[in-house]
């Protein structure tokens, strides 16, 4: 059993800083690709940023420049700092894992809880 642990959200005045963590935990053979989504009220989830095993990163236009995705592959963990935060970025931050249990061996793709994290203006 695979199990992804958001930790980190919270309240935050407008143009502060949040770090949010992600740690993958069970029994797991590798971990591939791990990501940040979120979701606002009345909104779709989007992807906030995705980082490769070897580190390659992506990141959605409205959070480049503020926000760094970064990952520990011995840990199996995720990372999201936050900088310069707008109250846009209100939303739920879930974590998002590629990973391969040793289980079955099937790559699959697995959601934390969710954390909130708000901006107020």
């Known amino acids: 059993q695979v199990q992804l642990v958001e930790s980190g959200g919270g309240l935050v005045q407008a143009g502060g800083s949040l770090r949010l963590s992600c740690a993958a935990s069970g029994t797991i053979q590798s971990t591939n690709a791990m990501a940040w989504y979120r979701q606002a009220p009345g909104k779709q989830r989007e992807l906030v940023a995705s980082i490769t095993s070897s580190g390659s990163t992506n990141y959605a236009t409205s959070v480049k420049g503020r926000f760094t995705i970064s990952r520990d592959n011995a840990k199996n963990t995720v990372h999201l700092q936050m900088d310069s935060l707008k109250p846009e970025d209100t939303a739920v931050y879930y974590c998002?894992?590629?990973?391969?249990?040793?289980?079955?061996?099937?790559?699959?793709?697995?959601w934390g809880q969710g954390t909130q994290v708000t901006v107020s203006s």
């Open positions: 998002n894992a590629y990973v391969v249990p040793f289980s079955t061996g099937v790559p699959t793709y697995y």
